[in-house]
């Protein structure tokens, strides 16, 4: 069972930027989807951004265009870039991983996921 561990969230205000890691503890070479989730309180997780290994993205309408995700495979590691930060991106954010990139994206429903960490948008 694989482990993700994310770090990097915090108090910003709004327009602000941030800057989500995740390290994993087995090789994410093996997984051809790498992204990420978030929930908001009172609101369902929601998938916002994904990478294959090839490099190509996909990403949530909501936040196309302010956020980029990122993996480094020789150090195992995932990234999410949040620009111009709104407060509706308060949320807490798992990083995420699986197989079957196109069926995660669809469904929602990645094979691993962390235990998030914290992100506010507030001034």
């Known amino acids: 069972q694989v482990q993700l561990v994310e770090s990097g969230g915090g108090l910003v205000q709004p327009g602000g930027s941030l800057i989500l890691s995740c390290v994993a503890s087995?090789?994410?070479?093996?997984?051809?989807?790498m992204g990420w989730l978030r929930q908001g309180s009172g609101n369902e997780r929601e998938l916002i951004a994904g990478?294959?290994?090839?490099?190509?993205?996909n990403y949530e309408n909501s936040v196309k265009g302010r956020f980029t995700c990122s993996r480094d495979d020789v150090r195992n590691l995932a990234y999410l870039q949040m620009n111009s930060l709104l407060p509706e991106d308060t949320a807490v954010y798992y990083c995420?991983?699986?197989?079957?990139?196109?069926?995660?994206?669809?469904?929602?429903?990645?094979?691993?996921w962390g235990q998030g960490t914290q992100v506010t948008v507030s001034s």
């Open positions: 995420a991983a699986g197989l079957n990139f196109h069926n995660i994206i669809e469904f929602h429903a990645p094979d691993y």
């Open positions: 990478i294959t290994q090839a490099g190509a993205t």
């Open positions: 087995e090789s994410t070479s093996s997984f051809n989807f």
